[in-house]
């Protein structure tokens, strides 16, 4: 049986975690969307931001050579890096996992993704989407 100092240790050890769901759009008339499903937490001192992609879900095509970027910005900023060029446009949700870490000295954190979509015999559309999120312990710098 755990006691309540067992789940003390365990918090201290393990970052209480949220996952979001970031959706992007674009196209004409913003009527494409592609959605990335975001694990996220901070530090227990609040100086590491991290998130980690999970999978994601596009407005299904049936082609498969979209483009996921993703973003992560707290007070540390990871810049776009692309998860991957062969994304499903199939209306499914698939895995795609990544983890980025930043500084991550404050209150919130703004976690972004571009999804090129797909297309035959014209430009791919740019969808763009961004969720800020909050801590809710925000970190304190006490000097000793």
Request: glycine share 6%; proline share 3%.
């Amino acid at each position: 049986m755990k006691t309540e100092n067992d789940m003390k240790d365990k918090s201290r050890q393990e970052p209480a975690s949220s996952t979001v769901e970031v959706t992007a759009w674009g196209g004409d008339n913003n009527r494409l969307w592609a959605k990335l499903e975001v694990r996220y937490w901070w530090s227990a001192d609040g100086r590491t931001f991290t998130a980690e992609t999970l999978r994601y879900q596009v407005d299904p095509n049936n082609r498969n050579s979209g483009d996921v970027y993703f973003r992560v910005e707290a007070e540390g900023d990871s810049g776009w890096s692309t998860l991957t060029t062969t994304a499903r446009q199939d209306g499914q949700w698939h895995s795609l996992t990544s983890q980025t870490s930043v500084a991550g000295n404050s209150s919130f954190a703004d976690i972004s993704f571009h999804y090129d979509y797909d297309v035959a015999f014209a430009p791919d559309p740019r969808l763009r989407g961004s969720v800020r999120v909050k801590r809710d312990t925000p970190y304190i710098d006490i000097e000793h």
